[in-house]
Structures are given as C-alpha cells and as structure tokens.
C-alpha cells in the first residue's frame, strides 16, 4: 500500500491558507488525495487536515520539517504530520467493566483500528485473562486512594512508547502530572451525553432525574474531571419503564460504540484540538 502523509493544521484564520499549504504540497510532487478545513469565524481558528500521496513526493520525512517549517512560523501554525505506514501505540487502562476492553481488542484483532496495543494496566487484577487471550502484556498495579501509582504507570506506557492512552472505564481520577504527560492524548469514555450528569453515578442521576434519553461521551481528558474536548457522542432513548439496570445495560452498547469511534478518529489523524474544543474530520 501506498504512504499517505497526513499534515494536521490549526492557526489565526486569514486569506489564501488552504491554498498555500496545498501548494506547498504541489511544489514538492505531492498528488492530494483528501483535503477539508474548518473556520470558527468566533474564535478566528483555522483547521487543516490534509493528506497526500507520500511515495512520489520530493521530501523525505526528515525533510519535510525542515522545509514546512518556515511556511509554519510565518502564519503561526501549530501543526503535525503523521504517515500512514505508521502506526500509533495505544496503551489502556481499565478497571472492571470489561465490554469496552473486549470491544477494542477485538476490533483491534479484526483489523478495525489502525493501532498497536503494547500493554494493558488496571488497578484490579480481575481482566488479567482478557489480556492474556490477546496476547497483550497485563500489569496489576494495587491502587490506593493515597497512593495511585501514576509514576509507575508512566514509566510503563513510555517503556512500551506509548503514544496515546486510552481509559477503558478505569475508574480513577488522573491527576495532573498524568495529563501532562499524555496532553491531548488520553481518551476516556463517560458513561452520559457531557455536560449532563458529570462525575460518578450517572445512572443514577439520570434514572432520578426521569430522562428520555441516555448517552456516552467521548472526550480527551484534561485536569478538570469530565470537561475535556468532546470527540465523539451518541444518545439512545429510554422509558419510565427503564430501571438503573437496564439504563446500564442500554449505556453499555453506547459506551462500546463510541469508544471505538473516538479511538478510531485519534488512530487515523482526524482530530484537531483548539480552544477546548475538537474538529473532527471524518
């Protein structure tokens, strides 16, 4: 299969910005296969992704900083290019609930999601057996509410290299350092449509509140507790015939399914962050 470049772009909006980046790409034998921008005319953003046909193009990867550079520094541009031949490691975490784990990992197998998964890590020991059937690294850390293990957990994902972290309903609050380390790179799944019942037990709160519709959220995490740019979400509806039960299990299938498509987005560069909010390119 042929290399594709995918170059990931956001700056102070102005005129002729979607035309000289594609002419960077022309001047360098870049044959463009897919090209979409976004404008908050609000926030005067500009958003960028383009990708391009890499084999015959004039640069190589090294170079290609070199040249781009320049061009970036005189618009302001905060950018990153990825290759398609590339592809991320992930790295979950997860405590108990094992649907969105099995969901990933299969679709993992499959061939659905372009990543690697080096290594899983949970606070419980109860989903060693998932991992083992996938033949993924698995490592028990014994949490404690004094003591997270967020140092050991770091030093984990970095000796795998991991890229980017996904939380697979690991039911811990990540402090800070840990958010800094992976910025715009952790994706959790919350199990309700955000900004609607934040924070724990949000069944609950729905099934108390007599809502018509359930959702999940996915968003990258940041270091206020569910107020990260949102990525990905779905809704299903629900009945005053619904228990807590059944709203969980409604919210399992939700949780799964948008995962997936958050992770899915992150995995093929189709995300761009600004302002606490997200372009998603699909």
Not at 171 to 197: G, K, R, V, W
């Amino acid at each position: 299969m042929n290399t594709k470049a995918i170059l990931l772009i956001t700056c102070p909006d102005r005129i002729g910005l979607e035309a000289t980046v594609s002419q960077f790409v022309h001047m360098h034998n870049g044959n463009i296969i897919r090209s979409e921008h976004h404008i908050d005319s609000e926030l005067n953003v500009f958003c960028m992704r383009i990708e391009w046909d890499f084999d015959k193009f004039d640069l190589t990867k090294e170079e290609f900083k070199e040249h781009f550079s320049p061009l970036a520094k005189k618009y302001s541009m905060n950018w990153k290019v990825r290759f398609s031949d590339i592809s991320l490691k992930m790295g979950i975490l997860v405590s108990k609930y094992s649907h969105c784990l099995w969901d990933l990992l299969l679709r993992y197998e499959a061939g659905d999601i372009n990543v690697d998964i080096p290594v899983i890590i949970s606070n419980h020991p109860d989903l060693e057996h998932v991992a083992e059937i996938f033949s993924i690294p698995f490592y028990h850390l014994d949490v404690t509410k004094s003591d997270k293990k967020e140092k050991e957990i770091i030093a984990l994902l970095h000796k795998y290299d991991v890229d980017f972290v996904v939380l697979a309903r690991y039911m811990q609050i990540l402090s800070s350092l840990f958010i800094n380390e992976f910025a715009d790179n952790i994706i959790n799944i919350h199990h309700s449509f955000l900004p609607a019942f934040a924070g724990g037990r949000p069944y609950q709160k729905a099934y108390a509140r007599g809502v018509k519709l359930i959702g999940a959220t996915g968003h990258y995490a940041t270091k206020d507790l569910d107020e990260g740019p949102i990525i990905e979400q779905d809704v299903i509806r629900v009945t005053h015939l619904d228990d807590i039960d059944s709203l969980k299990r409604k919210g399992k299938d939700l949780e799964r399914q948008v995962l997936a498509k958050a992770v899915e987005y992150h995995a093929d560069h189709r995300i761009l962050v600004y302002e606490n909010k997200t372009a998603v390119f699909r």
